[in-house]
């Protein structure tokens, strides 16, 4: 099945409110070899340090959940100087499925998204996501300890 | 030498009591005379024990349907004799004819249909021997054929040395079921409804035997769970369908309750992968009942059915069912499940943990959910009232004696209290017996709110943030073409 006008016209319109609102460092992108889209950029932390977050869209898209992985460094290491990856699921490091060594950010939980919430807000709490984590490298401590559970509201 | 004034009395309170009904004598048991007299009604007869219609429910009882009789009337003048498989229950007490329900005994006999004086074979120890009557076909152990001729059943069991003859009933299903419900909903007023059960754990299951008993016609259900051995203390399956997909044990169900019903079980899952097949049930349902418990269910459900402008009643129950929320959405006058979501957060993310499928969804791997399922008790009331709600609706358009709670059913939104929570917004309810006016555990209330205009399922979501920005959504740029594919 492929994508529906309302889809792309969503995802287009995704585009324009990250460029209008000061997330133009992000986009979302179409890949036409097999008409599939993803959004992702180069988020730059508060200290100058800069990962690489990809969204690969998934066919439900809106009602789907989008997962958002970094790509960038490759391994994302922790305090420990273990994969972040090798988490899997975690509560502490807010982490959920990771793919082929990226952690995937655990921005909403499938039973929490709705297709209410922008991209804008998913590569906000990437953005929250990096800085806690930079938080962790500092300090040892977990990410759940410098962002609390993920709000319910978009 | 017998009494011929005493045994017509004896005639007559034997037939009262076989008819269950008061007569002008009644029947005694005379300790001084060690038998049994019959004496006047109101007489008081000393040393006498009465004789009750229990006391004389003695005999067996062999329950033949009508409609498979009817159906096999000619082959059973053509040949003269037709078997029929009995379920036998209760060490015998009670023989119902196989055909009459899709749950039968352990223990079949076989018995033959014999028309008139037809020989029985050699051995055949069970026969149920027809006969013209003139009798009224409304007598119990009368059928009215297909020929016109009104013929009384009698069943023999046995050799000629032990013989007993249990009673035998017809049973005219579809009749019998429609009398029952005659005054509160005519007979085929549902008959050609469909309605989609999409999860059919205790809520939606329970519903979808109500249904069926109030007469819908036809069901299709949707749920790729099997019932498990913890599911019964909810589920109305029990223990002996343990294993079997709960679509197909609440198929059976249903046709317990209503035999013509048409059923068909999708043992599927509801996920964005198979929405082409769930779309394809949603197009052939009147009303959709959705019984899953967790949100992306729900609002999967919720697009296809605005998109199908198909009405749909949300049930759940919250955690460990101390209370529970319906909501009926009926696309473009209410608001919908999208727009419940976004009004009330909280309220729509309290949901019950009723399997560790539902556990794992938002678990993780460093900080496990419990299995919290609340009592079949606390599940029932709000699947009652997603019942009601459903029937509404499958009502919309006709005349009945319901439409009049068109008026009090007005709310999208229906919430429902157990108990007072510790930690909930709820806790501080007053007791029952202490409130006027304040809201209490254990009543319904119907709750309004506004539909969302935005809202991105129902409402003009994408038109409103294209308009935001001073965008015309018709012709939007395309978005930025990627030169190598990432992951």
Known sequence: ?154 | MSDPQQQQMIREAMKSIAERKPGRTKLVYDKTKRTIVAVAEGVQAPRALNITADDADMFAVVTLSSAWLRDNWALLKQDGRIPASLSSWDDGDAMTHSVLGVQPSPHIESSLILFTETTPPAGQDLRIILTPTADSPDRPGTFAAPDGQTYRAVCVRGTNNAEEKPEVYFADIQPELATRRSGILESAILQDKCVLVIGVGTGGAHAAVELAKCGVGRFILVDRDRLGVGNVVRHPGSISQVGRYKVNVVQDLIHEKNPAAQVAAHALTVSHESCEQIRVLIAQADVVICGTDNRPSKLLINQMCIEQKKPAIYGGAFRRAYGGQVLRVRPGESPCQQCFVSAMPEAAADEEVSTSADADEIAYSDRPVAVEPGLSLDVLPIANMLTKLALLDLLAGKESSLSMLERDFDAPWYLWLNRPEPGTQYASWPPLSESSDEMTIHRWYGIYFERDPDCPACGNFLGSLAAHYGLDLGSLEEVPALPGKEG
């Not at chain 1, 297709?115 to 300090?139: D, P, R």
Request: net charge neutral; charged share 15%.
């Open chain 1, 1 to 154: 099945m492929g994508w529906t006008l309302e889809q792309r016209q969503r995802l287009a319109l995704e585009h324009q409110v990250l460029q209008r609102e000061g997330f133009d460092q992000f986009g979302v992108y179409h890949y036409a070899a097999d008409d599939s889209y993803s959004a992702g950029g180069l988020a730059t932390a508060n200290s100058g340090y800069q990962y690489r977050l990809w969204i690969p869209i998934p066919s439900g898209y809106p009602h789907q959940r989008p997962p958002m992985y970094i790509t960038s460094p490759d391994p994302l290491l922790m305090f420990d100087m273990k994969p972040v990856s090798s988490l899997g699921v975690s509560h502490q490091m807010h982490t959920l499925i990771p793919l082929a060594g990226w952690p995937q950010i655990c921005h909403w939980r499938d039973t929490r998204w709705h297709s209410g919430i922008l991209l804008q807000k998913v590569f906000l709490k990437g953005l929250l996501w990096i800085e806690a984590y930079e938080q962790h490298l500092t300090t040892g401590r977990s990410i759940a300890d410098f962002v609390s559970t993920m709000a319910e509201r978009a």
